[in-house]
């Protein structure tokens, strides 16, 4: 499956990233890596892109990570889109100190006006 | 996170518990703060365990015994702050305060069969006049913003709106002007 992961910096993206890896190792998922900015995210996306290559790189898997620019969830739904991706995985949500998760504007745009199914790791 | 908006203005005097009430079906409710025993422990995790999976919120509390007293654990630790609503010995809600960086994160939580009673009024307000008297100043908190009942309580309280930008609402409360005490 052609399957579009995003990612922008924050703890649950980060999962979300390894866990997508495992799986497409598994399944030889056709895999693509979009890192977005994530304006919540305090992690410097050129950090996320090497974190993501490494991931990449240790699952011996041949994806390609993307540095994508502009605004992240229009961005990404316009990525699956005009390349024919049948998949978008994200993070599952942040939780709060208290256990509470709460799901980012990303995710929400997302899951509203994606054509495609979308993963949401938890 | 600590770019929370708060509400320049600090939140009238919250009554201090112990504080006893009686709700709209008659029966006698006592709110005070939560004393750290065995029996208190298992009867709030009682309550959780029998509690409506159409009640959880961004999930919590969470099923099952074990990840409730694991949940417990992490939200009833030392630097938190803990209110329980009491019909005889039974847990009828419990609300709480947990740190969070510059500020405390609120969550409230009543029984099934003792919502619409006015309990969860008198909890949230017995547990911010709680923090008040220990010197918090900010209290933030998130709501599904579909939840409207929550939503209204909330306000009615003085917390205001400081992020609607996705299926939560996140809003939040001065409870202490800065420079006030600790915390």
Redesign the interface.
Known sequence: MKVLCGIGGSDDSFRALDRTVERAAVADDDLTVAVVENP?SSVDPDEIVQRAESAVEEAGLDAEVRLVEGDPGSRLVELAETEGFEEIVLGGGH???????????I??FVLLNAKTSVTLVR | ?SDRGYPEAVADEFPVPPTEFTDREGRTVEVRPYEDTEEGYEALVEMYDAFDPADR????P?GGEERIRE?LD??LGDDCYNVIAWCGDEVAGHA?L???DDAY?L?IFVHQEYQRAGIGTHLIRGLLGHGQAEGIRKVWL?VERWNRAAVSLYKKIGFETSDA????LEMGLRLNADGEDAG
């Not at chain 1, 939780?95 to 504007?105: A, L, N, V, W």
């Not at chain 2, 930008?165 to 939560?168: L, T």
């Open positions: 919540d939780t709060s100190p208290m256990g509470k998760i709460t799901i980012g504007s995710a929400e | 996170m919120a961004q999930g919590i969470p949940w992490a939200i709480t947990v740190p969070d994160e969550a998130t930008e996705s299926f939560e």
